[in-house]
């Protein structure tokens, strides 16, 4: 079964703005709820760039896909810093900072200087996977209840991320791989 990619991202795209717009409203409403601005704009971020690369009738150009994913990476590093400092931990701001960078360079390599589409989706859906894993690890803590809930459900979530995008990797991969033979 081949799914629609288009659709997908603008899928994907509704559900994070959809989260992104109740968790801005839980920290409008619940100021003693640290993390979930953070949470909603990355959502929003993460969001908006499925949506622009979904609403898009042709193939973006080179600096929009590089900034798209740049927008992406800021997302997921603002999702990470929102549960650390949901735990109560003090959010690094450098983390956005450096997965931008390195989506940046990596989409640079494989658009400007490196022309290899599937190469690109591999290495851009790792670093999804990996982020989606990393989070899921900070919410997996032990816990009283009823908190020790809402943390795992969250991981649950995170892990089926990671999960899902580490398999889109690996298929752009033996794509790739299937390609060439």
Known sequence: MNLDLRTVML???GVNLLFAGNLMLVGRHAGAIKGARQWALGDLCIGLSFAAAGLSLTPPSTWVIVLLAMLVAVGLGLLYNGIEAFKGKRC???VPVALAALMAMQN???TV???????????NWLVYSLVNAACARSLFVRIEQPMRTAYWLAAASFSFMALATGARAADAVLSAASEVR
């Open 113 to 123: 200087l490196h022309d290899d589409v599937q190469g690109r989706i591999a290495a």
């Open 108 to 110: 640079i390599w494989f």
């Open 11 to 13: 899928m994907m795209a």
């Open 92 to 94: 690094n701001y450098a």
